[in-house]
């Protein structure tokens, strides 16, 4: 099959508009306030790479090919609109509101800065988003098994889950030696309470025939959390992981910006107390892609995890 089958209407719109981005990036001035050679080459690159991308996931992903224009439709819409209004006319004011080349160019610049600050967020989340699962996922089992144990711990949490974490963080900072331990705690408070809530309502989930049985074949406690009460709880194991990973980023993000002097929420921080808004665009750019990433990669776990499920 060529590639032209594979193109919709909103393909070839996709791929157009992209075109169109490229000669205005490349032929035509930014406003004076605007300007930045090296930025200006950054973005074409950067929009050759989405044209690539695009012909590359049709290629790859044919029967996903319209959903794939519709969501680079939207991508490369923002991008002529950002390059627009903001790169060649400065419609708004040039400081607050940086173009393409201004906000590339940092990426050329602090390249090195940034990615230390990527290394060590992702570093502190991982820490915190891994001890939550590896303790809230069994307490969430075996509370959601034993019903006296569940009765008398549902209302505690009830009343304690919804305190937002970054609330601890003044006495975080003054009892934990580190930011880093401070910060791994707060990931870890925020992350802990949907898991566990996820676990417990994954246990009442399954059908009690399947928990009767399982007793009746006379399987220890051992058996029954890891072959019966960890399977079928794990599709709302999920759902809460999910949520508690967005938890423990904006989680993350916050304490950088308090209280840090590294990472990707410091990052944004820093440049906007010295108002460089075009760092701070980059920055908010970053995280936008880790996030992307990150969720790609969940949601390929979660697929496989729960292959059993697809039909």
Known sequence: MTLSLKLS???YVVIAILIVTLLLAVA???????????GTTLFAGIIIFLLAAFV??????????????????????????WEIAFGKLALLDPMLFPGPARVF?????????????????????GAGYALALATAIPIGLYLGWKKRL???????????????????????????????????????IGAFWPILIGAVYGVHSIDHRLINSARTLG????????????????????SGAMIAFILSFITLTVAEMLAATSGLGWYIQYNHDFANYDKVVAGIIVVALVVIVLMYFFDRIQNYCLRWQTP
């Open 9 to 11: 209407a909103e393909g």
């Open 28 to 38: 035509i001035p930014d406003a004076p306030s605007q300007v930045s050679p090296s």
């Open 56 to 81: 590359a996931s049709l290629l790859y992903h044919p029967k996903e090919g319209q959903a794939v224009s519709d969501i680079f439709l939207i991508i490369s819409l923002f991008v002529l609109s």
């Open 105 to 125: 160019a940092v990426f050329g610049n602090d390249y090195a800065l940034i990615l230390k600050g990527l290394v060590n967020s992702l570093g502190l989340l």
């Open 150 to 188: 569940f009765n008398a711990a549902y209302p505690i949490a009830k009343a304690i889950s919804p305190i937002p974490p970054t609330a601890y963080l003044p006495y975080t900072i003054v009892l934990l030696p580190t930011f880093a331990s401070a910060s791994i705690f707060l990931i870890f």
């Open 219 to 238: 399987l220890s406690e051992k058996d029954m959390v890891k072959k019966v009460l960890f399977p079928g709880a794990l599709p709302s194991i999920f």
